[in-house]
Each structure stands twice: as C-alpha cells, then as structure tokens.
C-alpha cells in the first residue's frame, strides 16, 4: 500500500464545520481530530445536536455547498478530501467512502424498483453491461441474507420491511466494496431485534473487507459490542477518546461517566431513579465561554467556567478534554 | 359471526386484464370516455361525411339539421357537422402541442431551477411576469404580435402555459431534493445530471401529469376564445371559436351553428377535466381510496 505505514485509512485534523446563523456563524464542528486503521471500528456517541452527523456528512461533503464552511483536513489515505473539486469527490463517493443513513423508510427511490437502485449504485463506479450489473445485485441481494433475491429484484421499496430496506441500504452501500463506510445511526429507526442483524451483517462486512467503520450511534450498548475505540461527543467537540475497553473501565469525563451510569443495568433495584444529567444541552449559538459542559458538571470549578480546556493525550493514547479529570477521579475513588 | 365481518370489511372488486385498474376510478373512467367519443367522433366525421368544409351551397343555406347535413348548415350553406368536427380537430391537435411542449419545457426549466440558484432567479422571475399578465390578454398580444397563424396560435399558447407547469414541477422538486434518498444518492457517488433526469423526474411526473390535463383543457378554451374574438384560427378555416363566432350573428334562426360547436367544447374540457381530477385521484398515494380499487357496491 502506498499510504501510511500503519495502513491509517482516515485521518482527520482539526476539521471545523460552521454554517451561517443569524448575524454570525455558527460554528457546528470545533477542531475534531481522530484517525482510523484498516479493518477498525470507531464509535462516535454523543446526544442528539452534538454534531455526530455533521461530521459524517462532513467527510462525504454532503452539506450544502454554498453556506457551509470547512476548515482543516480530512486524509483518505494520505489524499485531503477537503481540497478534492467536486467532480473528484463523486468518484470517492460511494467508491471508496459508502455511507448507510439512519431512516431506511426514507433513503431509497420511491418510484424504483430496490434491484434496479442497487445496479445503479454499480453502474454508477464501475463500467459494467446492465446484465452484468443486475447478475451483481441479485448476488449481493443474496449475501445480505435477503430470501429469493430474483423477486425481490423486482419489489419497490414499498413493498418490503424497514429491516430489508436498511439491507438494501447496505448492499448499495457495499457496492463498489469502499474502504471505509460510514454507518449514521444505522438501526435507530429499527426495532431491537433487527437490530442486532443489521449490526452483525455490517460487521461481518466489515471483517470480510477489512473495512474501516464509522459507526456513529448514541447507544453504549451498540459501542461496547461493535466498536474498538470510541469518541465521546460534546456539542461539536470530541470531549474524550480512547478504546472501547478503556472507555468502559476508566471513563475520565463526567459526561462519559453520566452518559455510562445512566444505562439501567440488570441487577439494579427497580424501584431506585434512574440517573440522569442534569441541565439540557445550551445552543450553538450561545457556546460558554470556558468548558462547554460546565453548565452542567457537578465537578464544575472557577477555571472550567473561564478556561476552555484542552483535548489532553495521556500515555495510553487516551484522549480527554476536561481541567480536573485528575481530581475528579481521585474524588470519586472516595465515593467508592 | 362470518356475516358480520363482511359487513364491515369494505370487498373490493380487483382489476383484471379487462378492466384495467385505472377504470375503477369513477371520474376517469367518465373523463376518458367522453374523449373516447369526441375523438370517435372525429374519426368518424371525416369518414362518413362527403361534404368539404368549405365547399358554399347558398341555395341551402341555414337548413336545420337533416338527414344529409346533421347539424344543419351555417348562412353560406356549408355543412356544419364537418365543420364542427375539422374545428375539433383543429383543437384537439392545437391543445396537443401546446400541453406536449410546454409540458417538455416546464419539466426542463422546473428541474435545471432547483440546481441553480442564478437560473431560479433569472427563470422563475421571467415565469412569474408571464403569471402577471391575464392569460387571455397575453395571449391576445403575442398573437398580434406573431401574426394570425395556427403555428402562431400554438407557440403563443405555449408561452401562456410553460410557467404554470414548470412552477408545479419546481415546487414538487424542490421538495424531493430534501429527500434522505436524494442525500444518499449523492453519497454513493451519482451526479447532480443522474439526480435530476433519473431520481428526481420520475418523482415529480405524478402532478406534472395532472397539471398537464388541466393545461390541455385550459389552452382548447384559451384557443376558443382567441378565435372567437378573431385573434386565433384565421377565417375561413373552421376552428370551435371562430364557428361560434360565425353562429353569434345567426343565434334566432339558426340555434344549431352555436350550439353543436358549444356542445363539444363543453365536451372536450369537461372530459379533459374529469380525467385529470381522476388522474390526480389515481396517481397520490395518500388519495383515501386504494389505488385501482373501488368499492363494490
């Protein structure tokens, strides 16, 4: 391979997305930088607006052109996309970067047929005959554990289930086998059991392929099972960052920690409140001036409020955003 | 127990090869076959009858309807029934080019406006002047303009309807470009040409068609009315406005030189009108009847 030696697939640096608001511009994304190997899969979780998606659709370009702006640098294999013109860009798009949306209801053409969707998403990088493409779609039908792909072929999306839908969603997807595929929430929209299907047939792709995964979700549950490192989002900042294990051992943000201690586990009593954090996320619009969780850290101190901390890289490549992470842990070893 | 369920289940007929489901629908099933007997009646008027639409017999002049002229003749003794049906003719021929043009051309300018913002501006501003002029008056003035033709008629008619059908082609794309699927073409790579011609035509088709009915029947009254102020079809040639016109000065003695050229516009745009209502019925997915399905009575 002629990029990196580490076989590093993505490397995004300081990647800032703000689009226009009202008098001034609303920055989105604030200096988001993580990388991804070959065959990994980052989680990137956070609640709704923290701007998980924005960076997704971000690395694909996907935003209006005219008013968003970026700026730093997004490397697919050592080739910043950011400086790619447009007409590049649809040939990365769907080639080497695929991406599966969140509501399968709505992402296929109403008025096609789902085979002839999937044999565009062929055509479309690949110079093959129709036939050829539509023999590859039936296959691919097939693989995506679809039962009796000639006749679904022919189905409109209409006709069949969110659950398939979102499999054909991964087939278009799969295509052109990308290198990496962005998954934004890919089972929200679905019920638990499918779920786990479409979890395990992404991630038996994903093996197959050695694909790098972003798996965008806001569900630990999904982090813990699928992904190997993750990072924590915080109202357009990645706020912490390491791998899984190290995630769910040695949490160091107070977000991370109230977003994990406010899962209801299994052995719990009942009848006991669950935990919440406190507070809502304030808008974009009106960002704090120091840390951006102050408003609702129970650990909040004078330097949070003035000081806008600084994303820290500990020795074990773990990545935290946060003045008193020290502090706070020594605290709540006390508790313990 | 079983007798009660059928009670409140609503049976439906299904369509069959036969009776296709489109037939179901009440009023187009009404629509077509009003057009069905204009249209027959066309073919039909060209072949039965032997008399020239021109041809002048003064010595039978305004004879009621009879056995050799059925509907009568006008006050230079020609046959009104073969007039009337070369005016039907003329109409519906008229009506097809403008709807079939300005059809093609509406879809093109409402598509290209929704990918560029200067064109919008430029297009929908040209489209909105042509809106604020009455259609009849603008009609009236082009026709001045371009001189009394029948090709005249049909580009003037043209620039009359092109910018009601591009604003409801604009307006239904500019909502399926919001479309998660649309957002997920892009991502698998498909250009903005791929989105427009191929994912986002098919989906506007269902109200461009629908307004296309309406724009048929609008531009055969439009056509009408010019000729029968003497702006449209010049004389002699036979077109329903002009034979109106011609029957205006006769209306005491001779009823059937307007009534029977009335009688079929009336036909062709209430035709036209039901279909396109029934159309529109049949083509929305959220229309409250299924689809090719009526209740059995």
């Known amino acids: 391979m002629t990029y990196g030696k580490e076989k590093e697939l993505l490397r995004v640096e300081n990647l800032k997305v703000s689009f226009p608001g009202p008098g001034k511009d609303i920055q989105v994304i604030e200096d988001v930088s993580f990388n991804l190997h070959k065959g990994e899969v980052l989680g990137i979780v956070g609640e709704s607006g923290c701007g998980k998606s924005v960076t997704a659709e971000a690395i694909l370009q996907l935003l209006d052109k005219d008013t968003t702006r970026y700026s730093g640098k997004i490397l697919l294999k050592g080739l910043d996309l950011l400086e790619l013109s447009d007409r590049e860009m649809t040939k990365i798009r769907g080639n080497e970067i695929s991406m599966i949306f969140q509501d399968p209801m709505s992402s296929l053409n109403p008025v096609q047929t789902i085979g002839k969707q999937i044999a565009e998403a062929i055509r479309i990088h690949q110079d093959v005959s129709k036939r050829e493409a539509k023999k590859r779609s039936i296959d691919l039908l097939r693989r995506i554990g679809i039962p009796s792909p000639e006749e679904r072929y022919k189905q409109y999306p209409h006709e069949i289930s969110g659950g398939m839908r979102q499999r054909v969603m991964i087939a278009m997807a799969l295509s052109c086998l990308p290198s990496l595929l962005i998954a934004d929430e890919p089972t929200t929209a679905l019920d638990v059991t499918i779920q786990a299907q479409i979890l395990n047939l992404i991630s038996k792709f994903q093996k197959d392929l050695q694909m790098g995964v972003i798996l965008i979700t806001h569900d630990f549950g999904v982090v813990a099972n699928y992904c190997t490192k993750v990072a924590v989002m915080y109202l357009g900042q990645i706020i912490e960052q390491t791998d899984v294990n190290t995630l769910f051992s040695n949490p160091l943000h107070p977000y991370t920690n109230g977003l994990i201690n406010s899962i209801p586990k299994l052995d719990e009593d009942r009848q006991k409140e669950l935990l919440s954090i406190k507070g809502a996320v304030p808008s974009l619009a009106q960002t704090p001036k120091g840390c951006r969780f102050a408003s609702r850290c129970e650990f909040v101190t004078d330097r949070c409020l003035e000081e806008v901390p600084t994303l820290e890289t500990l020795k074990n490549g773990h990545q935290i955003r946060c003045w008193n992470y020290n502090d706070i842990r020594k605290a709540e070893a006390v508790y313990v | 127990m079983k007798a009660e369920t059928k009670n409140i289940l609503p049976v439906y007929r299904r369509s069959s090869f036969m009776k296709p489901a489109f037939l179901y629908n009440r009023s187009l099933r009404r629509g077509a076959f009003i057009l069905l007997f204009v249209v027959l009646s066309v073919f039909a008027g060209s072949l039965l009858t032997p008399h020239d639409i021109l041809g002048m017999d003064p010595v039978n002049r305004l004879s009621a309807p009879n056995g050799s002229h059925w509907f009568g003749t006008d006050n230079v003794g020609r046959d009104v029934f073969s007039r009337v049906m070369y005016g039907v003719r003329l109409s519906l021929i008229i009506g097809f080019f403008v709807t079939a043009i300005s059809a093609a051309l509406g879809l ?190």
Request: aromatic share 8%.
């Open chain 2, 108 to 297: 093109a300018v409402g598509l290209i406006v929704t990918y560029s913002k200067a064109l919008d501006h430029i297009l929908m501003r040209i489209c909105d002047g042509l809106f604020a002029i009455p259609s009849i008056l603008l009609a009236i003035a082009l026709m001045a303009a371009l001189g009394q033709k029948p090709i005249n008629v049909i580009i003037a008619l043209i620039l009359v309807f092109f910018p009601s059908i591009a604003r409801v082609v604009r307006s239904q794309a500019m909502m399926i470009k919001e479309k998660v699927f649309i957002e997920s073409l892009r991502a698998q790579g498909a250009n903005a040409f791929r989105i427009i011609f191929l994912h986002i035509a098919p989906n506007v088709m269902s109200p461009l068609i629908v307004q296309v009915t309406h724009v048929f029947a609008a531009s055969i009254l439009i056509e009408a009315s010019l000729s029968f102020l003497g702006a449209g079809i010049p004389e002699p040639l036979p077109s329903l406005g002009n034979l109106m016109y011609d029957g205006k000065l006769a209306i005491y003695n001779a009823w059937w030189m307007t009534v029977f050229p009335g009688v079929f516009i009336v036909l062709i745009v209430l035709g036209l009108n039901l279909f396109g209502d029934g159309l529109r019925d049949y083509l929305d997915p959220k229309s409250k009847k299924l689809n090719g399905l009526e209740k059995a009575k």
